[in-house]
């Protein structure tokens, strides 16, 4: 995201767009790639219930809140495209917030990475991950990324 100073995210957090709803896909080759047809869209909301549930020194992937939100919901898979944007907007959200605050820092991206759009980047997560106890280890030479240590290990059950 750009202009992240400028924009109000608590109330794209809390903007009415519709949703939760459930769409039929047609296309074949998403079908096979997710394995169905019926794709759950989460409000952006629901991301920053569930991100707040995460224990102090755990961690959470977007694809398990994603597998949550189609499970819970009659679904076969949960859009992937607007899940990243929502976690975003938590977080950026909860950034912008002087009270209630959405641990964002223990949502990570697939494989345990740490995600550059937060508040701060890839430094600021990785400091608090430390802080509660996380390894973080880079990977890549030109492509530098972060990933949390182990991190399946101290990933929650939702």
Do not use: C
Not at 13 to 38: A, H, S
Not at 80 to 100: K, L
Request: hydrophobic share 35%.
């Amino acid at each position: 995201m750009a202009n992240e100073d400028k924009k109000d995210f608590n109330a794209m957090l809390k903007r009415d767009n519709g949703m939760p709803k459930i769409q039929v896909v047609t296309d074949p080759k998403t079908i096979e790639k997710y394995g169905g047809e019926k794709m759950y869209f989460a409000p952006p909301t629901d991301y920053d219930k569930i991100m707040k549930t995460i224990p102090f020194g755990r961690v959470v992937t977007v694809g398990k809140i994603r597998e949550y939100f189609a499970a819970h919901n009659d679904a076969d898979f949960t859009d992937p495209i607007t899940a990243g944007i929502f976690v975003s907007i938590a977080a950026w959200a909860s950034y912008q917030r002087r009270e209630d605050e959405t641990p964002f820092w223990r949502t990570l991206k697939a494989h345990g990475e740490l995600n550059p759009k937060y508040p701060g980047g890839v430094a600021a997560q990785k400091e608090k991950l430390e802080a509660e106890g996380h390894t973080i280890i880079q990977r890549g030479r030109k492509n530098i990324r972060y990933y949390v240590k182990d991190y399946e290990a101290a990933q929650v059950v939702l």
